[in-house]
Every structure is written in structure tokens, then in C-alpha cells.
């Protein structure tokens, strides 16, 4: 979903705090509505979402809540761009969520933040999208269970290019040129989100290269990766990316509204688009921007976790399994109701026809085609050092070799800490 309403994350990227977990002191827990509302067994449950932007999306978590008769079931609606802060400080507190919605992350497992749900996923495990079981999967043991798939993607106006004479572009190079012709009077040509930070995974495995190896060394840093930095560099020194938008990447607004020719945004994005441009829309892949490298698509979600602190952990997992894979209506309403999300469920994503034809197919294609999972072992700390990246050599202007060396040095660390 496009869900927080200010980033990855804010959703999606942006959301993400400067410090890893670990480094994370006992500050106070976030307050707000509990929207306590549940079956009346007596039996207590706190779950944490952060606050998608889509209409309809904290009525419906409610709602799921209040059908559950195995415990009252309260929901934190975390409002702003900081969830991710606001959920790692309470979950230092007795006032801890005993379920949350995020990301797999290897910290929190090593850390005993996490409960394993292998007893609660392995019967239905071969009815998930093997790449998320995957992406959730340490040490062999299966920590989350993924709610959404959000791929991630460029969308564009075919009568502006049509217009500027160009097609969409296959490769970087013709990206940056199309940002250049499709630049007119108060039209910006491309928009990558106001800290241009969402699009550095994908320039990374449009190279060829990825974040980590299979071994978990540093693979992000080739001279691709460096170049590639220096052609963003080359849109934003010229002006042909929006910058200080009214509402960030994640948000289409830019792109309905005519201040952009095109917009990376998510697929959650769809039906807001669609009703706003109709069949003026299309949807393309991170172009190629090396040789041997390949279309990148960005499969972001959420998924739902179990506190292994909380204090009842069977009854959480319970909740849990009851409403993430056995409801699979609430499934299906939450993938496909407010926004466009591929179900992680393989029998779900067969039978969620809004998907089956049109831009929604498209985008599906694409998310077969060349998306790119969570990896677990990318850390808070290592998604900060690459967002410093292309603040230092694409909005400053500086040596991309020299920034993607400052990096190594916080991603070295973190390996270190992490593998030894």
C-alpha cells in the first residue's frame, strides 16, 4: 500500500530510521488510539501498523481485530514518517506490541526480538510465493508471514512521450534523455522521490550488481554502480527531476496532478492513477543501466511479526495464523480493496481477477519478471549508508567511487557484527 503516508516506506524508504536496532536506546512508546476493540475473551492483544495512506485501510485492520473472538484485540495506528523508530523504542518497554507489521530483518532475530512461526506456516508454506518464504527464512527457520507484495515501478504519460517523440526508455542512457526532452515549462521530465534515495537498489541490480553477495561481502560497489550514480547526477544537475514535491514518491500525485512526465511509485498507486489519467498510463521496469545488467523491479510489502517477548506468545501467534492464513477473505480485501498489492498467496494471486488484465497484469508481469525481494541480512544501518550515497554524489555532486567507499565502511561493520 502506499501505506504510510509519508515514505517506503512512509511507507516504504524513507521511513526507514538511522539506526539499526541495536542501537537503539529505551526511548518512550508512541501513545495514540489503542482502537481497542475485540471478541470480549478476557484475553489482551496490542498490534502495531503504520499508517497507510489508502482510504479504508485502519477501518479494515479494526474490523479484521473485532471479528477475532480469541482475545480483545487492540490496534496502534502509527501516524508520521517514523514508525520504525516509534516500533523499536516500544518494543524496549513493558508496553511492547505483541504483534507488528514490518520488514525481515536478520537483527531481530539475532537479537530474540522475533518468535519463529514455522508450527503456523509450514502446512500452507507451499502456498506462498517462494520468494517471500525466502526472504523470511533465517537460520532455517521461517520468522514472518508476509500480508502484501508491493512492486515497485516506473509509470509514465504515453501521450507526453508520444508528444516528445521518444519511447519509453529500455536503458538508463535513454532514461536521462527522455528526462531531458520530456522537461517542459513547469513539466518536469522524471520524478525518484524528493531524496532520489528510492531507486538506489534498483540502479544497483540494473547494473548486474546487487547489495550483498550469497556469502554476505559487500557486491553494491563496481564501477557500473559508480557511473550509474553519475547519470542520476547528470538529471539532477540539469533539472529534469522533480524535487521538493508536495507529497513524496510514494504518493502519485506529482504524476496526476501534471507535474511530472513520469514517477517511480508503487503499484498500490494503480487505481488512484487510473482514475485520474484513464488509458494515459503505462508502466516500465528500472531500465538497464549496464551492460549484462537487467530490468529491476522493487518488491517492497509487509509482513506480520510475533514479539517473542510478549506475554502471551501462542496466543499472538494465534491471532497471527488466524488472520494471515486462515482468513483468506480479509487476505484478499486487504491485497486488493484500498490500492493494488499481489497477494503472497499463491491460490489468492490465481484468483484476484482485478489483477488478471490491463495495467494490473502488467505490473504483475513485471513483478514475475525482474522483481527483487527483501534480503534479511541488509540492515537498517546498510540501507542509511546507501541512502548517504546518493545524497553525497548525486544531490552534492560528489565523487560516487568516494561516497560508495564511505559506505563500505558502515556496511563493513555491520557485516562484521552480524557474521563476524
Given at each position: ?151 515497485q515501478f516506473l ?68 564501477h557500473e554502480v ?178 560508495l567507499d564511505k ?14
Amino acid at each position: 500500500m502506499s501505506a504510510l503516508s509519508s515514505s517506503d516506506r512512509s511507507r516504504r524508504s524513507v521511513l526507514r530510521a538511522a539506526a539499526g536496532l541495536a542501537a537503539l536506546g529505551p526511548l518512550a512508546a508512541c501513545g495514540g488510539n489503542t482502537g481497542r476493540e475485540g471478541g470480549g475473551s478476557g484475553k489482551n492483544l496490542v498490534q502495531y501498523f503504520h499508517a497507510y495512506g489508502e482510504a479504508g485501510t485502519e477501518q479494515a485492520i479494526k474490523r479484521y481485530a473485532k471479528a477475532y473472538d480469541g482475545a480483545n484485540v487492540s490496534t496502534q495506528w502509527i501516524t508520521g514518517s517514523n514508525f520504525e523508530s516509534k516500533l523499536f523504542s516500544a518494543l524496549l518497554t513493558k508496553n511492547a506490541p505483541d504483534v507488528f507489521e514490518f520488514h525481515p530483518q536478520i537483527q531481530m532475530v539475532k537479537s530474540g526480538q522475533v518468535a519463529p512461526l514455522d508450527d503456523i506456516i509450514d502446512p500452507v508454506k507451499d502456498d506462498f510465493n517462494p520468494a517471500d518464504i525466502a526472504s523470511h527464512t533465517i537460520d532455517g527457520k521461517v520468522w514472518g508471514v508476509r500480508m502484501i507484495d508491493d512492486p515497485q515501478f516506473l509509470y509514465y504519460r504515453p501521450s507526453l512521450l508520444e508528444k516528445a517523440g521518444i519511447e519509453p526508455p529500455g536503458t538508463l542512457d535513454e532514461l536521462v534523455e527522455a528526462a531531458a526532452k520530456l522537461t517542459t515549462g513547469k513539466v518536469k521530465g522524471l520524478f525518484l522521490g524528493n531524496t532520489i534515495t528510492p531507486v538506489m537498489n534498483p540502479l544497483i541490480w540494473a547494473t548486474g550488481a546487487d547489495t550483498l553477495t550469497d556469502s554476505n561481502e559487500i557486491a553494491y560497489h563496481t564501477h557500473e554502480v559508480a557511473a550509474g550514480l553519475g547519470k542520476l547526477r547528470t538529471m539532477f544537475k540539469a533539472g529534469h527531476l522533480l524535487l521538493d514535491a508536495p507529497a513524496d514518491w510514494w504518493d502519485p500525485s506529482a504524476l496526476t496532478q501534471g507535474l511530472v512526465a513520469m514517477q517511480w511509485c508503487g503499484m498500490w498507486a494503480m487505481p488512484v492513477i487510473q482514475k485520474a489519467l484513464g488509458d494515459d498510463i503505462g508502466i516500465i521496469p528500472f531500465p538497464v543501466a549496464a551492460e549484462g545488467g537487467k530490468p529491476a523491479v522493487t518488491n517492497g510489502g509487509w509482513s506480520m511479526f510475533v514479539n517473542a517477548k510478549a506475554k502471551d506468545v501462542d496466543l499472538a501467534k494465534e491471532y497471527v495464523k488466524w488472520l494471515w492464513i486462515d482468513q483468506k477473505k480479509y487476505q484478499e480485501d486487504w491485497a486488493l480493496s484500498y490500492g493494488f498489492h499481489i497477494p503472497p498467496r499463491t491460490s489468492l494471486a490465481a484468483s484476484a481477477t482485478k489483477l488478471k488484465s490491463g495495467l494490473p497484469a502488467q505490473g504483475v508481469k513485471l513483478f514475475t519478471d525482474y522483481g527483487h525481494f527483501d534480503n534479511p541480512a541488509w540492515t537498517q544501518a546498510m540501507i542509511v549508508a546507501l541512502e548517504g550515497v546518493v545524497a553525497d554524489s548525486v544531490r552534492k555532486g560528489g565523487d560516487p567511487e568516494a561516497a560508495l567507499d564511505k559506505a563500505d565502511a558502515t556496511v563493513g561493520r555491520e557485516l562484521k557484527k552480524l557474521f563476524g
